[in-house]
């Protein structure tokens, strides 16, 4: 077994809110200057960057959990993962039909384009991607199920976008195989607050939106690899596979 540090919550150039300079290359350089040796690339209801940053990050020996962090009907924000580009399509054709038609707003919100790893303009997605889709929570983990996926209520401490603020509860019937929490949480407290997640493996990671903030904060797994079953294991504890740390 090996130790792997993991930022499973980097924003990219695709993401409005994200910095016009998370390309495929800075974000795989600046993970690898930190010391990161497994990321998660989850734009705001899209997944149309992964493939570049994983073609680029396979060339460098940097492990790459592809998703998106899906905004659902009641404005939770949950990270997804899947374990291959096909499954990947299936779930970005299921937010294509379920992302409103809102026009985005470049002077507002920013650009939402995604490029190659010479950072060359590939698409552009002119709807609105900090929209909420049109699907409950239940719904997209039923999706993410479906597809054999991984399923993280993201920054759950939050008081905007998380499942305790939006919900006020985790509904009985939801089974997330991990919960997020910023830096600024008081895990005792929060596990005080809301039991159910001392049956939950937590995890920290950056949020990035910028190149400085990756690999600020991240978890510590240990693991045979820095693969997506790997990772899912030891979100449940598994064949000696396990969260070691969060930083």
Partial sequence: MKLFKADLHIHTVLSPCGSLEMSPKVIVESALSKGIDIIGITDHNSTLQCTEVVRLANKNGLAVLCGAEVT????????????????????QHYLDQFLPNIPNDTEMFGHQVWVDEDENILGEEKRLLISAIDQSIDEVEAKVRSLDGLFIPAHVDRGRFSLY??????PFDLKP?????????????????????KELT?????DAH???????????????EGSFQEVR???????????????
Avoid: W
């Fill in 72 to 91: 659902t009907k009641e404005e939770v924000h949950c990270l997804t993962f899947f374990e291959n580009f096909e499954k990947l399509e299936t779930f």
């Fill in 165 to 170: 603020s939006q919900l006020g509860f985790m």
């Fill in 177 to 197: 195989d991990a919960v997020g929490m910023t830096y600024r949480a008081e895990v005792d407290k929060m596990i005080d607050l809301h039991p159910e997640l």
């Fill in 202 to 206: 937590i995890l920290r990671s950056s």
């Fill in 210 to 224: 910028f190149p400085n903030a990756i690999g600020e904060h991240y978890t510590v797994f240990e693991l045979e």
């Fill in 233 to 247: 294991m030891a979100l449940h504890q598994k064949n000696n596979r396990k969260v070691i740390e969060l930083v």
